[in-house]
């Protein structure tokens, strides 16, 4: 079944689903019912370092969002 995810983050940054490129930040994208590692592209300057989700009950205008953070310098 289809669901959506939506990935948040200051920047526009490849955003990876187990470990394959997937879509952009801040764009909706479809995958198959699930859990998923999802991360970002390098630079590593995000935080948490990955997220662990699962992907059930979305609609494209009801995506599940999964948010990242920039580092503070220094971190």
Known sequence: MAEYLKVVFPQRREVWI???PAAWTQS???VDAGWYT???APPP???PECQRVEIV???PSAPLV???TLKEPGR
């Open 18 to 20: 187990d470990g394959e």
């Open 38 to 40: 999802v991360t970002l």
């Open 45 to 47: 300057d995000f935080e």
């Open 66 to 68: 999964v948010e990242f």
């Open 57 to 59: 009950d979305t609609l």
């Open 28 to 30: 909706v994208c479809q």
